[in-house]
């Protein structure tokens, strides 16, 4: 399914060339709109480091 909708947005982009300068205006303010809030940033951080942090077992001294 990724696949066809991945070659459904190349054909679109092959069909109309302006589509490409619309698209990168769109991941432009999306990335902007993300990046000006620093809470969504950490709540980014902090779900891409629980993975890497060690587990605490029992009561630790």
Request: aromatic share 10%.
């Amino acid at each position: 399914m990724k696949a066809i909708l991945f070659g459904v947005f190349l054909g679109v982009l092959l069909v109309w060339p302006a589509a490409l300068s619309l698209t990168a205006a769109i991941v432009t303010a999306v990335a902007a709109a993300i990046l000006s809030k620093p809470l969504m940033i950490a709540f980014g951080l902090g779900l891409w480091a629980r993975p890497h942090l060690p587990l605490l077992r029992g009561w630790t001294r």
